[in-house]
T-cell receptor
Framework: DVKVTQSSRYLVKRTGEKVFLECVQD?????MFWYRQDPGLGLRLIYF???????EKGDIPEGYSVSREKKERFSLILESASTNQTSMYLC?????????????FGPGTRLLVL | GIQVEQSPPDLILQEGANSTLRCNFS?????LQWFHQNPWGQLINLFY???GTKQNGRLSATTVATERYSLLYISSSQTTDSGVYFC?????????FGKGTRLHILP
C-alpha cells in the first residue's frame, strides 16, 4: 500500500516561531503536494514539487516555503508562524502524468498557532 | 480557471436515510474523483469517475461529462459515513477541489 506519512498529527506553536511540517512517501512518487484545509474553503494548494530540488507555487504560497532535498521527503516551512496559519495541513503524492485516483494523502497535521 | 462547486454544503440525516451529493464543474474535464474525509482527517479515494456510473456497496457515483456534473449517492446511511465529501478535478496536472459537503449521520 502507498504510504504517505506526516511527522505530527497535532502541533501547537507560538506566533513568530519557525515551523517545519514533514511529509514522507514510500512509493517513489515524483510529484508531491502540500494543501491546507479550512472549513468552508476545501483544500487549497500551497506548493508542489515534481522532482528533487524543484518547487512550484500553488494558489496560496504566501507565508510558506518548501524544501525537497530527497525524492521521498517534502517539507513545508512556516518561516514566522501567524495565527491565520492555524489550519489542517495535508500532504499528498502522485506519480507524474497520472490521474487523480493515483494521488494519496497523508493523515494531516492540525496546526494551532497561538 | 476551472470552478468546482459542491452542494449542499452541509447535510444532516438520520441513520438509514439516502442522500445525493452534487458536484458541478465549469469546464470540461477528463479526470474526476470523489473523496471522503473521515472525522480524523484522512482523505480516502472513493470513486475515480470521469464519466459514466460506478457502484461500490452502498455508494454509487454518476458523472455526466457533457453536462458538467457528477453525483454521489449514499444509500442506507450509517454513522460511519459521516465526514466531508469532496469532488476534485485535474487541470494542468494540478488537482482542484470543491469546498466539500459535510455530512452528519445521526444514530
Amino acid at each position: 500500500d502507498v504510504k504517505v506519512t506526516q511527522s505530527s498529527r497535532y502541533l501547537v506553536k507560538r506566533t513568530g516561531e519557525k515551523v517545519f511540517l514533514e511529509c514522507v512517501q514510500d512509493m517513489d512518487h515524483e510529484n508531491m503536494f502540500w494543501y491546507r484545509q479550512d472549513p468552508g474553503l476545501g483544500l487549497r494548494l500551497i506548493y508542489f514539487s515534481y522532482d528533487v530540488k524543484m518547487k512550484e507555487k500553488g494558489d496560496i504560497p504566501e507565508g510558506y516555503s518548501v524544501s525537497r532535498e530527497k525524492k521521498e521527503r517534502f517539507s513545508l516551512i512556516l518561516e514566522s508562524a501567524s495565527t491565520n496559519q492555524t489550519s489542517m495541513y495535508l500532504c499528498a503524492s502522485r506519480p507524474p502524468g497520472q490521474s487523480i485516483e493515483t494521488q494519496y494523502f497523508g493523515p494531516g497535521t492540525r496546526l494551532l498557532v497561538l | 480557471g476551472i470552478q468546482v462547486e459542491q452542494s449542499p454544503p452541509d447535510l444532516i440525516l438520520q441513520e438509514g436515510a439516502n442522500s445525493t451529493l452534487r458536484c458541478n464543474f465549469s469546464d470540461s474535464v477528463n479526470n474526476l474523483q470523489w473523496f471522503h474525509q473521515n472525522p480524523w482527517g484522512q482523505l480516502i479515494n472513493l470513486f475515480y469517475i470521469p464519466s459514466g456510473t460506478k457502484q461500490n456497496g452502498r455508494l454509487s457515483a454518476t458523472t455526466v461529462a457533457t453536462e458538467r456534473y457528477s453525483l454521489l449517492y449514499i444509500s442506507s446511511s450509517q454513522t460511519t459515513d459521516s465526514g466531508v465529501y469532496f469532488c476534485a478535478v485535474l487541470r494542468d496536472d494540478k488537482i482542484i477541489f470543491g469546498k466539500g459537503t459535510r455530512l452528519h449521520i445521526l444514530p
